[in-house]
């Protein structure tokens, strides 16, 4: 079992639907990372979390740490959303930190 | 404009080839990573480096190498060692190794002929 889970691992919708993917791991960790792939295989940084809630624009990231979840939601969605979203969570191995990734999520956003 | 760059896009490698990944930060940070990412998988830590001089092997660090002898650049070599080398390459860096928000660059990807 990888240490970090995503669900769903691909994911469709109609531009304007809300959209929730969720993150789920087994370790103890220290901070929770959204991050979004674009197609050309850029990597951008979306939220940094190790509690509560964070909002940018239509973007919301929640993390409950006694449950070991986090979710990333998109409201009114767009095609230019449609992207691979990632989770990777940062624990702390002796002196060193960590970042542990999940597989990602593959967004589509059609009109 | 700050940012990260690497350099080719695309590589092609023959067999028993070494080759050499460029990578650039003029962010001024002072940890580096190279993360190697394959279909259904996710990213994985090929080696990272805390300051100038100094780096340490991550998860998959069999069959690469790397240097870090300025702060802005963290060179990545596969090596003949490396019997898989095809896969996407990403270099990122950080204000710190405790791992802050990772900025990223937009990646190589190596072929193999």
């Known amino acids: 079992k990888n240490e970090v889970e995503q669900s769903p691992q691909n994911l469709t919708a109609q531009e304007g639907e809300f959209i929730t993917i969720n993150c789920s791991y087994s370790?103890?960790?220290?901070?929770l990372h959204w991050l979004q792939q674009h197609p050309g295989g850029g990597i951008v940084s979306l939220f940094m979390?190790?509690?509560g809630k964070k909002k940018h624009g239509r973007l919301i990231a929640t993390i409950n740490i006694q449950e070991k979840h986090s979710s990333l939601h998109i409201t009114a969605s767009h095609p230019r959303d449609s992207a691979v979203y990632i989770c990777?969570?940062?624990?702390?191995?002796?002196?060193?930190?960590?970042?542990?990734f999940g597989t990602g999520t593959r967004l589509q956003v059609t009109l | 404009d700050g940012g990260i760059t690497q350099s080719p896009k695309y590589l092609f490698r023959k067999e028993g080839q070494n080759v050499t990944l460029s990578c650039e930060q003029n962010?001024?940070?002072?940890?580096m990573y190279w993360y190697r990412q394959d279909p259904g998988q996710g990213l994985r830590l090929i080696y990272y480096s805390q300051i100038v001089n100094d780096f340490q092997k991550g998860d998959i660090a069999e069959g690469y190498s790397v240097s870090r002898e300025k702060k802005e650049s963290f060179p990545l070599t596969v090596t003949s060692a490396q019997k898989n080398p095809t896969a996407f390459y990403l270099c990122?860096?950080?204000?710190?190794?405790?791992?802050?928000?990772?900025?990223f660059g937009p990646g190589t990807r190596l072929l193999v002929l």
């Open positions: 990122a860096s950080s204000i710190d190794r405790d791992l802050e928000t990772q900025y």
């Open positions: 370790v103890g960790i220290s901070a």
């Open positions: 990777a969570v940062r624990s702390n191995t002796g002196t060193a930190s960590k970042l542990t």
């Open positions: 979390l190790s509690s």
């Open positions: 962010l001024n940070h002072d940890a």
